[in-house]
């Protein structure tokens, strides 16, 4: 008998998934004869710090460029001209803004990948949208 089998139905009080008997420490259900096994599965958590870390400021930045895709598309033009200033700081915020729906919904899709990633890494991945919001700002305040 498998010792991780037998330990756990030493421990725990289960049934049989086939018809509901109560186990005891063999290797098939008395009752219906399933062979039993124990399988071990990691269950990962669905929001987690790093990937909250990396996620949140893009997605405050996604409504954003959402906004704007939608006017370029009504205008036809192309989202980083809509009559913004060819400043180079304000072409980055402006850069970010435009690509932010694609960047959320690649950490949307890949938490698994950004929770074993480095903390430098993601705080990289946190700090691009936060620039580009600190650039706003300034232009806003300036």
């Known amino acids: 008998m498998d ?5 756990y139905l030493e ?26 096994e124990v399988h071990i ?12 870390v990396a996620c949140l400021p893009w997605a405050v930045l996604a409504g954003e460029g959402v906004t704007t895709w939608i006017i370029a598309l009504r205008h036809l033009q192309s989202p980083l001209y809509l009559g ?5 700081l304000f072409m980055y915020s402006n850069a970010v ?9 690649w950490l ?6 950004i929770n074993l990633m480095k903390p430098v890494l993601i705080m990289i991945i946190a700090g691009i949208p936060t620039l580009a919001y600190l650039i706003d700002l300034v232009a806003i305040l300036l």
Do not use: M, Y
């Not at 010792?3 to 330990?7: G, N």
């Not at 421990?11 to 039993?36: F, I, M, R, T, Y």
């Not at 803004?97 to 919904?105: D, K």
């Open 41 to 52: 599965k990691a269950i990962t958590p669905i929001i987690t710090l790093p990937w909250l």
């Open 108 to 113: 949307l899709l890949d938490r698994r990948r």
């Open 84 to 88: 913004w200033d060819l400043n180079p």
């Open 11 to 36: 421990d725990h009080k289960a049934s049989c998934p086939n018809c509901d008997q109560p186990l005891v420490v063999q290797e098939q259900c008395p009752e219906c004869g399933l062979p039993l």
């Open 97 to 105: 803004q435009v690509v932010s729906p694609l960047v959320f919904a």
């Open 3 to 7: 010792r991780a089998l037998k330990a």
